[in-house]
């Protein structure tokens, strides 16, 4: 019998009396001589994960237990790291410049230990994986070759191309470069130019380069291209024959005003007993897209479509996205209906999942929506008097379905955001806050429901399929936030295990409050990320017992995996425990690839804003501005303008009226003399100081006299303060 892995890891750090050679492994897990092979393959894997590590003599051990920590090398531009461990309970090992060696940003290594304490410093003593392949870079001309200089300063080597390989660049221009060689000791890594993007500064060439930095696919593949010219433009009436038709019916679509990919339209009636009959119609693009198809592979790639503030990097060709797939108005289109039935309570009493043929009636706006519900008489409402009955019933449908999502703890941060405002050029001329409506409340419903159906129903059924998980808080993390709202005289009403019906009723009581907005976000940051995983294990942010997405497969791979897996366990086939356990481990790598996708095309989106943040900000240099304290560190604390939406630093070396220091526990920038305090939540009103668009950098500096201080929260001062505090300057 195989030990998994975890069984293995345990016995290294609980068990194991000193560092074991893979025989002695072998004999107490009593494994076959048969199977040794697959064993030593199994304790590389480890190794190469970093779970275990190898030393001297072919021996096995824990990295904790001998003074190593494996983990991800985080890099700073001035050249010195961190190393970043898997476990939260592992604190960052500090890298010096020269204890570096050949290793990169990104690149997962292991590191001896070398000073101990709450600041531990090392040494990288391996690498165990690359973290890059391919780096972004400006094109720089010498003599004989050419380097590419890292638009990532965190990538501070810069890399050699010889003259052969640079695929047409030229000199300053912005490219992508493979390498080809990595660096020994104090060489520079070399590498091929595979993509040339264009000149600096011009708005393609700036997106498509945040876009490949963090590894977004921009153009389809020519073999990719060709496959989608083969669809054909319109649905056909076999496949219409073949389904429910529920053209007859008049769904509408309710999105943006943007909006080009339309995933979902929903219909409603109400039955004599004056129960709720919801269908929610998706684009059926698993009928288009089959497995391991040109289209499929390229979009499992991708995992995800990418939303810039001028542009898109789609999931899908637009044969498919914009057209085909997408529930355009007055066209039959195939969709998976959920229907459910609702009693007037909100509660699910019913569901059904069918393929259908649609023909929506409407396209409809969120704002054309909510000028219909906030006034029956308006003209908007008159225009759409042949759904303006279904939209009212539509939203009293929406109504009770929320109250009792929040009635069982389900945490929703209806918190502003930026939207930013574009001219003909694509250059940012205004940010100012979203707006969210009754219409965007009403289709948020509508799509939770539908999600909770189908895992509901898959699970079930013991079918496997990619859940939305999102797991319970860090005791440790939720901790740190009831110090931190503590600061602000709020408590969470439990004690022990936190529940999502505490954290529900904080935001409840924040609500319209000065400090709502800090302390929803101190609130997510405290709370584990939501992922894909094979089997269900609940949504702790929504306290749903069952979650997935199935709501926009035009958009995410998930979705559309879970359409394939829906159609098959409402079909007329029987699916088997063999198929069952074959799914399962499918899934596996497929949750991790596609979550792995999802926080891809997140850090590239943010990137995107920034970038427009900036390039807004830019002409705004020497202006004065009120704020929000946002975040506080040893350098400084970062400041969200109230107006714009956009935050930036206040460095420390720029209080000029006293030496500060950073307080950990009351989470302020302190003043030695004065006592002056910055915490998060403070109002202060700053001058734009400096912005770098390349960068992505906003400093702001400080008008004091604005500050007023309040000595009722300042912490007493101690020595121990003293020794945590960096001096200004």
Known sequence: MFPDKEKIEEFLLREAPSPVTSRELMAHFNVDEGVAGEFIS????????????????????????????????TMHRDGFGFVVSASIDTPDIFIGHREIGSAMHSDFVVARVERHGKKPSGRIIRILKRGASRIMGRLRMRKKYALVVPIDERYYRNIYVHRDDLGGAADGQI???????????????????????????????????????HDVHIDFPGEVQQAAKRIPKKVKKSDIDSREDLRELPFVTIDGESAKDFDDAVQIDLTDDGSFILRVAIADVSHYVKPGSKIDIEAYARGTSTYFPDRVFPMLPEALSNNLCSLVPREDRLAMVAEMEFSRGGRRKAERFFPASIRSIHRLTYNEVARVLDDPDSEEADSLRDVAPALFNMWELAR??????????SIDFDLPEAEIVLDLQGQPEDIVRSERNRAHFLIEEFMIAANEAVAEFLEDKRIPAPFRVH????????????????????YLGSVGKVKP??????????????EERVISQ???????????????LGHFGLASTHYLHFTSPIRRYPDLLVHRILKKAVGKGRMTKKFKEKLHSELEEQCFHLSSRERVSESAEREAVSWKKCQFMRDKVGEEFWGFVTGVATFGFF???????????????????????????????????????????DKVRITVERVDVERRQIDFKLITEEKEVDLAKVPKKSNRLKKKGRRRG
Request: hydrophobic residues 35%; aromatic residues 8%; negative net charge.
């Open 175 to 213: 490219v992508q470069v493979e390498i080809t060689s990595y660096p020994i000791e104090d060489d520079v890594p070399e590498g091929i130019v595979i993509h040339v993007l264009g000149n600096p500064g011009d708005e393609d060439t700036e997106a498509g380069a945040i876009a490949l930095k």
């Open 471 to 490: 797991e319970e808080p860090d005791d440790l993390k939720i901790q740190g936030f009831r110090n931190f709202i503590h600061n602000f005289g709020y």
């Open 522 to 536: 101190m609130m997510l940051r405290s709370m584990k990320k939501a992922h894909y995983y094979p089997e269900n």
């Open 501 to 514: 019906a505490d954290l529900q009723e904080l935001a409840s009581r924040t609500e319209g409050k000065p």
């Open 639 to 681: 400041v969200e303008l109230e107006q714009y939406f956009v935050d930036g630093l206040v460095h420390v070396s720029s209080l000029k009226d006293d030496f500060y220091h950073f307080s950990e526990e009351a989470q302020a920038l302190i003043g030695e003399r004065n006592r002056l305090t910055y915490r998060i939540g």
């Open 400 to 409: 009770v379905i929320r109250a009792r999502r929040k009635e069982r703890g």
């Open 42 to 73: 199994l304790l590389d894997d480890l190794t190469q994960e970093g779970r275990i590590v190898e030393i001297k003599g072919g021996r096995y051990a824990h990295p904790s237990r001998v003074g190593l920590v494996a983990g991800r090398l």
